[in-house]
């Protein structure tokens, strides 16, 4: 049997892009095909997004416990059993038991396990997922597109919420989580100001086609006083930057799993009962009720395509900005 991922897997095997150790690229291999347990579903995977936590993972910036690991956790597929399809996020168990799920923030579970880091995720033609935590797909867009949504449009949305009714609100970063945001947003009846690094054209002529209300660098203060602004790009340096663009009683809110460290900043441009906060993980309540409001909406991501032994090549062009909306691996 073959381990390059160069030919198709046996009915016994599966393709699949092993992570090994951090800083080490993925590696093309067979695998065993994995087998459903009880509450389980074994799943056919069809498209996979790829997300920057998978970046933190494979730089050891979030840790892997247990590798070797198959990454991914934006999970499109068709349950095996019964030919549904599914979509498979960040948050693949929770104990239900713990003092965090008895006061309903799942999302902080103390034993909750992830799917692409202590649960072999998506990037293979297989997985196996716990049922409490597969989402029914409304609507009928392609597998590829609605990979987005299971991460970058999940942890968005939270995000989003967590803004309450902020009429103008800013992104900062504008990759695949802010992309979808937008088209919720100004669905919403919201201004958008989107801030990119540096002179991103690509991105800030993708925000403007989006209908934002107005795009520029991270380092540009924008024309108006913001309600509240989102921080998906994981960069200590724009919590101040995020601060200063805020109205007094305005809200920022960091979306990512890591951030580089936040720089000293005075007092002041917190004063005024501004509100700064992280969003951690997601809870099965969110992705019901975004995926539902995501079609409702027509948001419609813009994906750059892979086969699955180019996720190196997947990663490398979102490390270096490569590419403007999402990236998704086609299995």
Not at 155 to 171: E, K, Q, T
Request: aromatic residues 6%.
């Amino acid at each position: 049997m073959r381990n390059d991922g160069g030919v198709a897997s046996d009915e016994t095997s599966m393709r699949a892009m092993l992570f090994e150790a951090p800083g080490a690229p993925l590696r093309a291999v067979e695998l065993p095909r994995p087998t459903a347990g009880p509450g389980e579903l074994l799943l056919r995977v069809s498209a996979c997004g790829v997300c920057r936590t998978d970046l933190h993972l494979l730089d050891g910036e979030v840790e892997i416990a247990t590798p070797p690991r198959v990454l991914g956790h934006q999970i499109v597929a068709t349950s095996v059993a019964d030919g549904r399809r599914v979509g498979v996020p960040w948050l693949g168990w929770t104990d239900g038991d713990c003092a965090q799920c008895r006061a309903g923030r799942e999302n902080l579970c103390e034993h909750a396990r992830f799917t692409g880091c202590d649960i072999d995720g998506g990037y293979a033609e297989y997985a196996v997922a716990d049922a409490r935590f597969c989402f029914e797909i409304p609507g009928d867009q392609p597998d590829a597109q609605v990979a987005p949504l299971l991460c970058a449009g999940l942890i968005g949305y939270r995000c989003l919420r967590l803004c309450g009714d902020a009429a103008r609100i800013g992104f900062y970063g504008f990759g695949a989580a802010a992309h979808l945001l937008t088209q919720l947003a100004v669905w919403q009846g919201r201004e958008v100001y989107a801030f990119t690094r540096g002179r991103d054209e690509a991105a800030q002529a993708l925000a403007r086609e989006l209908g934002v209300t107005w795009a520029g660098s991270s380092d540009e203060r924008p024309p108006v006083e913001l309600d509240a602004a989102i921080i998906f790009a994981p960069v200590g340096a724009l919590v101040p930057a995020a601060l200063r663009a805020i109205r007094p009683a305005g809200s920022v809110v960091c979306g990512g799993i890591h951030m580089s460290e936040i720089p000293a900043f005075p007092y002041e441009i917190l004063w005024g009962e501004r509100v700064l906060r992280s969003v951690a993980n997601l809870t099965r309540a969110d992705g019901v009720e975004f995926l539902a409001l995501a079609e409702k909406a027509g948001v419609r991501p813009q994906i750059t395509t892979y086969a699955l032994e180019d996720a190196n090549t997947a990663l490398s062009d979102l490390r270096a900005g490569a590419f403007t909306g999402a990236a998704v691996l086609v299995i």
